[in-house]
């Protein structure tokens, strides 16, 4: 598991371990680690042109003491202090002795032009909102330049709790963070500006860290969730999951979800809905019926939603299946049939599955609210129906209703997933995941892991049958 942990919590396990270990140690293991990735990204040390930007605050001072090391690999570089009087002054102490050179931010687009590594020691976790008026063309020179730009903690400008990004951020090719991700790091918007991540341990105690904010499942976790047949299982056993989707408009959708349902783990499907030819053409397994979701036989969770367009029909099969007493996914236009109220009622686990379109409606916002601030967006959607509530997009966020437990992030998708059927390729593999038994936070989570996984192993551009056919690929995978 990855974690993402508050500045809060960070700045409390700092502290505590600042208290046992002599003073500026902290900061000699962040510039040290910072130090080895630049050289990694360098290759060669010696030679090597570096810029320093360097804020107020201690960021500046790991970036001004890794570069120091650096240069007394070889290297040269120059200091571009963006607050001349505040800069830390035994980093800057130790630069100059290393034979580095200083300027005011005037001078900064100028070397930055002819650097090969840029380290972004503006603002770490003490920075608020995006970059000052002067730092920003120093921002915009380092993207421009063909310099590698290593953000140092965070890319500076970005929110570190949120990853919301508020005014002009740096832009890194990679971000070297110090203790424990901060979840910033791991959302987007703020995620796509921090480019590839290295973690560098520096010996915070994860106990003093606490709870995380934020975590992000690993193959590991993948694999030891994922629903194994045992000799003593049968088809029912192993969870059957009920599809209501599609109609006679769009029964695609039915072929889709139903898709998604049979790579998910359930010993099998039933589908309750108008599209049941077309999903009995591609997939003669599933188990067959034209009513609502009442009349179908007993499900273990009931996937209700894609395509269903908004008739009378698609009312009911969401009334319908919100009444049954097991989990329940709704997703696309099930989400619009949808009261809080309704879902609040249910004693059984409900996931929703909005994109940030689907979620913004739900909200009453718009969606480029909801994509700039996608934290809170996932955690309001859940407080507020008490469900599960698994946020699609860029980076697909999964919140509990309980508001204690760490939401968890998606770091497999990839953009070709943007593509039509794919959200019901994932409510149908998600429903089957919890039909077969799992959490739903933990099948949203281990759903939208096996999903993007799947459009990783797939040839692009990608259909959302595709996705469906990879998912076995994606099974094994996380399997061996
Ligand atoms: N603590 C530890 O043990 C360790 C900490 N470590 C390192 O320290 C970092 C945290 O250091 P920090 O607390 O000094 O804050 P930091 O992020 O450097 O910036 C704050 C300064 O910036 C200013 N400022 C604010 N917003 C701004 C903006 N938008 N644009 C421009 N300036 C802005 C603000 O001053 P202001 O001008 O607002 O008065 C303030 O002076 C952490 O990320 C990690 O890198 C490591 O060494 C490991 C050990
Ligand atoms: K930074």
């Known amino acids: 598991m990855r974690y993402g942990h508050s500045v809060e919590a960070v700045r409390r396990a700092?502290?505590?371990?600042?208290?046992?270990?002599?003073?500026?140690?902290?900061?000699q293991r962040a510039a040290a680690g910072l130090a080895a990735a630049g050289a990694d990204l360098l290759g060669r040390v010696y030679g090597a042109r570096l810029v320093v930007l360097v804020g107020s605050g201690s960021n500046g001072g790991d970036a001004l003491f890794a570069a120091a090391r650096l240069l007394r690999r070889g290297a040269s570089g120059t200091a571009v202090l963006l607050a001349p009087e505040r800069a830390h002054g035994e980093g800057l102490a130790a630069f100059r002795a290393a034979g580095g050179r200083v300027t005011g931010a005037d001078g900064g687009a100028g070397v930055i032009a002819h650097a090969d590594l840029v380290l972004?020691?503006?603002?770490?976790?003490?920075?608020?909102?995006?970059?000052?008026?002067?730092?920003?063309?120093?921002?915009?020179?380092?993207?421009?330049?063909?310099?590698?730009?290593?953000?140092?903690?965070l890319p500076s400008g970005v929110d570190a709790d949120t990853g919301e990004v508020h005014g002009p951020a740096v832009h890194a090719d990679a971000t070297v963070t110090f203790g424990t991700y901060k979840p910033g790091l791991l959302i987007d918007p703020a995620a796509e500006r921090a480019g590839a991540l290295r973690l560098v341990d520096i010996g915070l105690d994860p106990a003093e860290l606490g709870t995380?904010?934020?975590?992000?499942?690993?193959?590991a976790d993948v694999a030891a969730l994922l629903p194994r047949p045992t000799g003593e299982s049968d088809k029912y056993r192993r969870g059957v999951v009920g599809v209501a989707a599609g109609s006679r408009r769009y029964p695609g959708a039915a072929v889709l979800a139903v898709s998604g349902a049979l790579r998910g783990g359930a010993g099998a499907v039933r589908y309750a809905g108008p599209g049941g030819a077309a999903v009995l053409a591609r997939h003669?397994?599933?188990?067959?019926?034209?009513?609502?979701?009442?009349?179908?036989?007993?499900?273990?969770?009931?996937?209700?939603?894609?395509?269903?367009?908004?008739?009378?029909?698609?009312?009911?099969?969401?009334?319908?299946?919100?009444?049954?007493?097991?989990?329940?996914?709704?997703?696309?236009?099930?989400l619009r049939l949808l009261t809080p109220e309704a879902v609040r009622r249910r004693t059984a686990p409900t996931v929703l599955t909005p994109h940030a379109g689907e979620a913004a409606a739900l909200l009453g916002r718009a969606r480029e609210e909801v994509e700039a601030g996608r934290l809170r967006a996932v955690r309001e959607l859940a407080a507020r129906f008490g469900a599960t509530v698994l946020l699609k997009g860029s980076t697909t966020l999964v919140a509990d209703p309980d508001p204690e437990r760490p939401v968890r992030v998606n770091a497999t998708g990839i953009a070709w997933l943007a593509t039509a059927g794919s959200g019901d390729v994932l409510s149908g593999l998600t429903g089957s995941l919890l039909a077969a038994g799992l959490a739903a936070r933990d099948a949203a989570s281990v759903g939208a892991y096996l999903h993007g996984l799947a459009a990783r192993l797939s040839e692009v551009p990608l259909t959302a049958l595709d996705l469906a056919d990879a998912l076995p690929r994606a099974w094994r995978n996380v399997s061996e």
């Open 284 to 334: 003669p397994e599933t188990l067959v019926s034209t009513g609502s979701p009442h009349s179908a036989g007993r499900v273990q969770a009931w996937v209700v939603g894609p395509g269903l367009g908004d008739t009378a029909e698609a009312r009911t099969a969401v009334d319908d299946a919100l009444a049954a007493d097991v989990p329940v996914l709704v997703d696309a236009d099930g």
């Open 14 to 27: 700092e502290g505590a371990l600042m208290a046992r270990v002599p003073e500026g140690a902290l900061m």
């Open 212 to 219: 995380p904010a934020l975590e992000a499942l690993q193959h």
């Open 120 to 153: 972004d020691g503006i603002t770490g976790i003490g920075g608020k909102g995006g970059l000052r008026p002067e730092a920003e063309p120093l921002a915009r020179a380092a993207r421009e330049s063909g310099a590698a730009v290593v953000a140092v903690d």
